[in-house]
């Protein structure tokens, strides 16, 4: 099978597409045929050298498929060959074949493309344990979207449209009219203005119940502030570390130096909340995800889960598609197609 490798730290010149042995499945494990695999920021920070999460290089990243089941391990029912799926993968999605535990997959519903469905696993339930899992939002409580133009920044609007919440978010100005379409009451351009104070005025000096931050450095600490009495803060990204070599390092060094450090005594004065996530690290909680992506394949079903695919780079231009995302290009998702 062909399959994308990031064969060291680096720029996009570091990612190559090579021949690699065909996955068997294991003992519950399905065989996936990819149709199409998601590309995540994770992927791009990954390359750069900035994921410590990520497998020793060289490797395959990806943590997310669509795609037909091509056989079935032993114990899994052989009737799951040939049904198209959606899959969460532990890297190596990003490759012609995966072989995934029966429990990672799930029905790929008709009414979504096999590139559409990629754009779902990460981002919605990203966006679904920040919002709904640990954020708690309730209609009618505000919240702030940081990066809302991105993949995890889309789904976060839809599932905050469907609570009923207002929505304020952050992105670069090209994307405004897009998230206005999409629903978005209030972008800000953080680019060329402060966006604390725009958020301050549009939410009458109050501020907001639930702001998801994946900027992290001094960012969260600014977050932190635009919460009102009652607000939480969720902390799940380094964004503003995103370089590749020295550049990049010394980013993730001043974003760790310039984080905040909160106080307990501070929290219960101001009625704040703060909370982490990383859903990477959730692989030992499968019925639970099992469980929050039911409730996303609901929303497809029902019309607010709408995932957006901005580009489908095949795998030959990986470089491309690296590049797409690293520039702040894409409006949603990008997958990548064998
Ligand atoms: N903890 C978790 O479990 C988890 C899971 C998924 C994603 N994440 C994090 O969530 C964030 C979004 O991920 P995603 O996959 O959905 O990516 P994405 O938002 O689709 O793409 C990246 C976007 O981030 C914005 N951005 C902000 N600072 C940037 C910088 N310094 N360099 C490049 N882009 C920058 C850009 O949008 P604008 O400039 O237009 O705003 C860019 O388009 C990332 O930080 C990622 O690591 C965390």
Known sequence: MRAVITTANGDVRVMKVEERP?????????LVRVKAAGLNF???LARQGLYPDGPPKPCVMGYEVSGVVETVGDGVDPAKIG??????????????????PEMQV????????FEKAAAIPVNYLTAWALIVAMGGLQRDEAILIHNAGGGVGLAALDIAKHIGAKTLGTASPSKHSFLKERGLD???DYRHQDWLPRLMELTNGRGVELAIDPLGGKNWEKSYRALRATGRM??????????????????????VAQMPRFNPLKLINRNRGVFGLNLGHMWGEGEKVAGWTREIMRGVEEGWVRPHVDRAFPFA???????????????GKVVLVP
Do not use: C, W
């Open 234 to 255: 969720g902390m799940f990204g380094m964004s503003v570390a995103s370089a590749s070599g020295i550049r990049g390092k010394l980013r993730a060094l001043k974003a």
């Open 186 to 188: 209030h972008a800000i």
């Open 42 to 44: 994770a992927d791009i």
């Open 83 to 100: 049904q198209p799926v959606i899959a969460m993968t532990r890297f190596n999605g990003q490759a012609e074949l995966i072989a995934v």
């Open 106 to 113: 799930f029905e790929k519903p008709a009414k979504l493309s």
């Open 317 to 331: 231009q990986i470089g491309d598609a690296h590049r797409y995302m690293e520039e702040r290009k894409n409006i």
């Open 22 to 30: 065909d996955p068997k499945p294991a003992k519950g494990e399905v």
